[in-house]
């Protein structure tokens, strides 16, 4: 089935060693977007790719990078993952620009040691 | 910025009860998202909805985009249907800019 596929379910890291979340879709989706969900708060963007074009929100750590190689997948990268960056990462696609539902991913959840 | 705020923040009810959760949001939009979020994390989309209403199941939602508020009923709930329910309303960048999504409602249904 088409879906959004995220990797790992669960990621335990360092404080400081650098970590990859990983998602790739097979709906052929334009756009993919990466939400960081605290403890009990709503999701929040982080940024999202628009086909190759990348988006940054303004309030996004420069901690966290992204990489769009192609269509179907998408990492965000930590570089030095801080004890408050221990969250749920979502990860969600939408056919295009104009409103169109979002497909999520089940999400990772990143512990940091 | 869109103020999206949910009521109840939390619901208890006994399963067969008639259940609503509420959305009122502050900038006018062109469409609205009801998702579905279990224990665990996975958000699953129920509705995109821009005028009056759709229906899915036991899943109802409404909308008036000229009171700015919307609704989510489930008819004949059942403890299945235990999870957060988020409303999310596109940013004001467009729709491409992602989603500004409220606290959600808890909901929890018991046998």
């Known amino acids: 089935d088409a879906m959004v596929i995220q990797n790992p379910r669960y990621q335990v890291t360092q404080f400081g060693k650098p970590v990859t979340l990983s998602c790739s879709q097979t709906?052929?989706?334009?756009?993919m977007y990466w939400y960081q969900q605290k403890s009990s708060q709503a999701p929040k963007l982080l940024f999202h790719?628009?086909?190759?074009?990348?988006?940054n929100e303004a309030d996004t750590p420069d901690n966290f990078q992204s990489r769009r190689p192609n269509t179907s997948f998408c990492f965000l990268d930590i570089r030095s993952p801080g004890l408050g960056d221990a969250a749920m990462y979502l990860c969600?696609?939408?056919?295009?620009?104009?409103?169109?539902?979002?497909?999520f991913g089940d999400g990772t959840r990143l512990s940091i040691l | 910025k869109n103020e999206v705020e949910q009521s109840p923040q939390n619901l208890t009810a006994q399963e067969g009860e008639f259940i609503t959760i509420n959305c009122s949001y502050s900038v006018g939009i062109s469409a609205l998202h009801w998702l579905q979020q279990h224990p665990g994390g996975g958000i699953v989309s129920l509705f995109m909805?821009?005028?009056g209403k759709k229906k899915h199941g036991r899943l109802i939602a409404t909308i008036n985009i000229q009171e700015k508020h919307s609704s989510l009923h489930i008819t004949a709930s059942h403890p299945r249907d235990s999870a957060v329910y988020i409303c999310?309303?596109?940013?004001?960048?467009?729709?491409?800019?992602?989603?500004?999504f409220g606290k959600g409602t808890h909901l929890i249904i018991q046998p």
């Open positions: 790719y628009y086909d190759k074009d990348f988006n």
């Open positions: 909805l821009s005028s």
């Open positions: 969600a696609t939408s056919r295009d620009r104009t409103n169109q539902p979002q497909h």
């Open positions: 709906l052929n989706h334009n756009v």
């Open positions: 999310a309303v596109p940013r004001p960048g467009g729709g491409a800019d992602g989603l500004t």
